[in-house]
Each structure stands twice: as C-alpha cells, then as structure tokens.
C-alpha cells in the first residue's frame, strides 16, 4: 500500500524559517524525480523546487535563495528547508514523485503522481 506523508508545516512569522518533510512507504525514491508543489486557495497547484535523481535541481523564481530541496533516499524522505518566509508562500505543500523513472524536472504538477494530502504553511504578517 502507497502512503505519502507530509509533515511539517504550520503557523510562523514573517521572516521565520521551516522545514517540510515527506515520507514515503511502499514508493521508492530512489531513481526518481521528486518535488514540492504548492496551492493557495484559487489558485493552481505550482512548482517550488524540483530535485532530479542526479542531484540536480530547479527552484520556482519565487523562493529561489530562500529554499532548499534535499533527499534520503535510504530513508525514503524528502525535505524542503525553507527560510525569510512571505506571506506570499501561505499555501498548501505537497510533494510528489515523477511518474517516469529518470525523468528531469518538471513543472507540471501532471508528470508527478502519488501525491500526499499536504501540510499547511501559514504566514502571518
């Protein structure tokens, strides 16, 4: 059975930082493409970072310099360490693998599959 877990979010501060986990059972990482999307309320679900099984990886425009995707694949985990919050990045975080082994990064949310429910970032200003 598939379960995708991501933990982490929550409620902080302008400026404040978190990290994002997720983890994975029964769906190995390993070989694949993984990312971090997210999806404020009206709006489509978009890229924040991407991480390809190379260690290669892309960040949106929007957080790139404040964010950092890393992966275990021993542990089967995916992070997202995130610094210098906005209230722009209140949304919720999903991540999600590539449907295709080997696959570079995308930004489509439609070549990544098994997705998790999410966690809740919120920035208060």
């Known amino acids: 059975q598939v379960q995708v877990v991501e933990s982490g979010g929550g409620l902080v501060q302008v400026g404040e930082s978190l990290t994002l986990s997720c983890t994975a059972s029964g769906l190995p990482f390993a070989g694949y493409a993984l990312a971090w999307f997210r999806q404020a309320p009206g709006n489509e679900r978009e890229i924040v970072a991407c991480?390809?099984?190379?260690?290669?990886?892309h960040y949106a425009d929007s957080v790139q310099g404040r964010v950092t995707i890393s992966r275990d694949n021993a542990k089967n985990t995916l992070r997202l360490q995130m610094n210098s919050l906005e209230p722009e990045d209140t949304a919720m975080y999903y991540c999600a693998r590539s449907t295709i082994k080997y696959a570079p990064c995308s930004t489509s949310p439609d070549d990544f599959g098994s997705w998790g429910q999410g966690t809740q970032v919120t920035v208060s200003s």
């Open positions: 991480l390809v099984w190379s260690g290669r990886t």
